[in-house]
């Protein structure tokens, strides 16, 4: 069975700051793709960031990066400079080209302190 | 392009009513899904499409029904409404080559008295 696992509901970061929001997952799936997306209040979701699971280097856009480790199957997320515009829901999800199935975590909401 | 686009935005209805949830995308995009968000649950997949005339069942299907006429539509029919379905519904749409990425639309609030 495919699954994601976000276990931190709720996370905290001073602004400026860095923070690194967890998930994993499970896979029977040779070939698949992660994905961070964010949710602000308007509830958009907004892709933040995507790796796929064939590439060892680590995704990286701009200020968010993620630390992808294939074996341990943990696909982190970490956040630089934290802004205020980062508080947000995120969620993390995983697509399997043999399934069709994208599957999503249940979400850590970010809050940023000023 | 207008992306992903929804109807209506905003829903109420009385227990045992139908409706349908609309979705179009204007990407040509092949692979299309609906998800329903409740609060501590995430995003759940409901049904999903690989192209016109091809739908597949999610997670989280019974109550709900699809079909997918054209590329571009993907409505959602709820048949019988319960409080249950009281949820915020996405649809996504994405292209099935390399990329993945799944575009969203705005969301539909639903509630089921």
């Known amino acids: 069975a495919q699954t994601v696992t976000q276990s931190q509901p709720e996370m905290s970061v001073q602004e400026a700051e860095t923070v690194t929001l967890s998930c994993t997952y499970d896979t029977s799936e040779s070939d698949y793709y992660l994905f961070w997306y964010k949710q602000p209040p308007s509830r958009q979701m907004i892709l933040v960031i995507r790796?796929?699971?064939?590439?060892?280097q680590n995704a990286t856009e701009n200020r968010f990066s993620v630390n992808f480790q294939k074996a341990a199957k943990s696909f982190s997320l970490k956040i630089s400079d934290s802004q205020l515009g980062d508080a947000a829901m995120y969620f993390c999800a995983s697509y399997t080209s043999g399934t069709y199935k994208y599957i999503f975590g249940t979400g850590t909401r970010l809050k940023v302190l000023a | 392009n207008a992306g992903v686009t929804q109807t209506p935005k905003f829903q109420v209805l009385k227990t045992g009513q139908s409706m349908t949830l609309q979705c179009a995308q204007d990407?040509?995009?092949?692979?299309m899904s609906w998800y329903r968000q409740d609060p501590g649950m995430g995003l759940r997949l409901i049904h999903y499409?690989?192209?016109?005339?091809?739908?597949d069942q999610g997670e989280v299907p019974n109550g709900y029904n699809v079909s997918r006429s054209t590329t571009e539509d993907f409505p959602l029919r709820l048949l019988s409404a319960a409080p249950s379905q009281t949820s915020v519904y996405f649809c996504?749409?994405?292209?099935?080559?390399?990329?993945?990425?799944?575009?969203f639309g705005p969301g539909t609030r639903l509630t089921v008295t």
């Open positions: 990407m040509n995009h092949e692979y």
């Open positions: 790796q796929e699971a064939y590439k060892q």
């Open positions: 996504a749409s994405s292209l099935t080559g390399i990329i993945y990425e799944q575009y």
């Open positions: 499409s690989v192209g016109a005339g091809i739908t």
